[in-house]
């Protein structure tokens, strides 16, 4: 039964899940980064999330047109995303409460109107893996890393753009300048509003894509709250990865990769309680996180709302 | 930091969420009044853990319900549901409510709401409850007015493992879970013992999710099956329509259960076991109406037609198979065969 554990088939079962089930958690994290860097905290992502899967399955469902549907989950996250930084930068509301606003009304809204709309549950035929002439074919790497649908590509190809963006540009700069010394950044006359606005409003495309890779990429259907409460992992993800993103990338792949494993420890018969095979995940992440939260330190003006001239 | 704005902006949230009805919401659906016609008709009241349209658990009493109401009429039938009722708390609230409204039957359709009934029940003596799916009616703790319901689904499990067993081809079949209780486990054990007593050397390689709403889980472990060789797959709770998702893209033959879940993939699903509730609906309203609120257990079994095995049509299962399903069916109905759950 060990070696079975080892056998080829289930390694390259278990990473080419990994990689897939990574995904939605890819664009949610970084997105979510994103706005953290610049000090604000989101916990409206599975909201938005559900949102963004929503919109882009009824688009889909009705139109057959898998790009209209995945850029009106993008508009749909980039507004939710508007509505969190009007919130939490222009009325200077609490974030975590408001975010938590933003969660039920995506939650709720995302239910309506599917019974509205569809009323049970459909299935639409979404992105297609693609198969990569010459490197889908060569074995154990050609299924792992060349056989997976568009959005699972883009989320990988997010990792080394965000950190391009907030490492190596100006606005990056900005961004976190913004996170760490607001009133600095201000002197300098950088606007700390606009830069906030630009992050939401950008995590929240993100995190609506995030929701689309799952009902038209990687599901194919819509059901009430399909995420299930991944926009909440992809939160602690943020911390986990330390706010960086290549940390993030490391974090999605850890916590899916232990998901996909303990379903093949279950497949192969590894006599654990699937109780325990199901906590793993969750466990794994906590122990790495309380490991690695001292080396890191979290952007200075997290989730403190910016007043010119205060203090 | 301006927590009153976000308190503030959370109330119009409440307040919004008030006023389009949002389905979790813990209010009930109300039922239109009536200009008290002389005889008073039959009012039903339902909390459900997931949605009236999950294509499974929460879907199938609610059918019964309409069915019901179809059959007896809107002036002497009426039901009210809550659904989506995910949280015991909230479900518990909507119980009493529904019970001060002098509903003449509560239904807590959901296991996890048992001990809430345990507190509601006794304060409304008049009133009866009922409780699925369960055996339990509580009458060792002196509650006389709970019915308990359940559904003995590792039979219709036991017929189609059979029909699985029949149509594998690599004698691997995957079968994916929720949570190991009640009737999906049941359900699980029962295909199982039905695959392996039509090919003892099949394999059955069982995943349980630990979630009955996690598609993304459920979508993930119907691709482990596959990869580990399973070309039959079968699987309970409303998280499998990803699972049928994938057996769909990779076209493996799928078998349901709960409801009939053909419209999600016309071309490989086989067969669903599909629960009908309205006979215990029935033996219920005809106890209240006789003046007796509760204590009796009641299953839905092949043998009283709560459980039916209902073919795709879309798909053509060979007849020697449908018929060896039919002796199976006959087989349990008539105690022939006993199916041993673990």
């Known amino acids: 039964m060990i070696a079975q554990l080892f056998s080829l088939t289930t390694l390259i079962g278990v990473i080419t899940a990994g990689i897939r089930l990574a995904t939605p958690y890819l664009y949610a994290t970084i997105g979510e980064t994103l706005g953290q860097r610049s000090g604000l905290v989101n916990l409206g992502v599975d909201g938005i999330m559900l949102m963004g899967a929503y919109a882009a399955f009824f688009v889909t469902f009705k139109t057959g047109n898998l790009a209209l549907g995945l850029l009106v989950a993008t508009v749909v996250g980039g507004l939710l995303g508007l509505v969190m930084a009007f919130f939490s930068v222009t009325l200077r509301a609490e974030q975590g409460i408001t975010g938590i606003g933003v969660y039920l009304f995506g939650l709720g809204m995302s239910n309506l109107l599917f019974r509205k709309t569809l009323g049970t549950v459909e299935t639409v035929s979404g992105f297609p893996s693609i198969h990569i002439p010459l490197l889908s074919d060569i074995p154990v790497l050609g299924p792992i890393f060349f056989s997976h649908n568009l959005l699972v590509y883009g989320a990988f190809a997010l990792v080394p753009v965000s950190w391009f963006l907030l490492n190596k540009t100006t606005l990056g700069l900005k961004i976190r300048a913004v996170g760490d010394n607001p009133k600095a950044a201000d002197s300098l006359g950088v606007s700390v509003a606009g830069v906030r606005y630009f992050t939401e409003i950008v995590g929240g495309m993100l995190e609506g894509i995030a929701g689309a890779s799952l009902s038209i990429a990687l599901l194919n259907v819509f059901q009430e709250n399909l995420t299930s409460g991944m926009g909440f992992i992809a939160v602690a993800l943020v911390y986990f990865g330390g706010w960086r993103s290549v940390g993030a990338l490391a974090g999605a792949i850890l916590f899916s990769m232990v998901n996909a494993l303990q379903l093949w420890l279950q497949v192969i018969g590894v006599r654990i309680p699937p109780d325990f095979a199901i906590m793993m995940p969750y466990v794994l992440t906590i122990v790495v996180l309380a490991f690695t939260a001292q080396r890191v330190r979290a952007p200075a003006a997290l989730a403190k709302p910016f007043e010119r001239g205060e203090g | 930091m301006n927590t009153k704005r976000g308190i503030l902006f959370l109330m119009v949230l409440a307040t919004l969420f008030l006023l389009v009805g949002c389905p979790s919401a813990p209010s009930p659906t109300p039922v239109p009044a009536t200009p008290t016609p002389p005889p008073k008709p039959f009012r039903v009241a339902v909390v459900m853990p997931s949605a009236i349209n999950d294509l499974a658990f929460s879907q199938s009493m609610y059918d019964a319900l309409a069915a019901t109401r179809n059959k007896l009429g809107k002036d002497k039938f009426e039901f009210a549901y809550s659904d989506g009722m995910f949280v015991v708390d909230d479900a518990a609230a909507a119980i009493r409510d529904y019970a001060t409204q002098g509903y003449d ?58 029909i699985a067993a029949n149509l594998s081809k690599s004698g691997v079949i995957g079968v994916i879970g929720p949570i190991e209780t009640g009737d999906a486990k049941l359900y699980v054990d029962g295909f199982k013992a039905g695959v392996l007593a039509t090919n003892p050397n099949a394999q059955v390689n069982v995943n349980w999710t630990g979630s009955f709403s996690d598609v993304a889980l459920a979508s993930e472990a119907a691709q482990t099956h596959i990869n580990a060789g399973a070309d039959t797959l079968s699987g309970t709770a409303q998280m499998v329509v990803g699972a049928i998702g994938v057996a769909k893209e990779k076209g493996v033959l799928w078998f349901g259960t709960q409801s009939d879940q053909a419209s999600l993939a016309p071309d490989i699903v086989v067969a669903c076991q599909v629960y009908d509730w309205t006979v215990v609906l029935d033996e219920m309203i005809n106890l209240i109406k006789g003046g007796t609120l509760g204590g009796k257990a009641f299953a839905i079994t092949l043998a009283n037609k709560g459980l039916t095995i209902k073919y795709n049509p879309g798909y053509t299962v060979p007849d020697d198979v449908k018929s060896l399903a039919d002796e199976t069916i006959q087989g349990i109905v008539d105690g022939s065969i006993s199916v041993q759950v673990e």
């Open chain 2, 105 to 162: 039957l509560v239904i807590a359709h959901g296991s996890q709401y048992g001990s809430s009934l345990v507190e509601i029940a006794p304060d409304f003596p008049n009133t009866s409850f009922a409780w699925g799916t369960t055996v339990d009616t509580f009458t060792d703790k002196g509650i006389n007015n709970v019915f308990a319901y359940e559904a003995r689904s590792e039979q219709g499990g036991y017929v189609l493992g059979v």
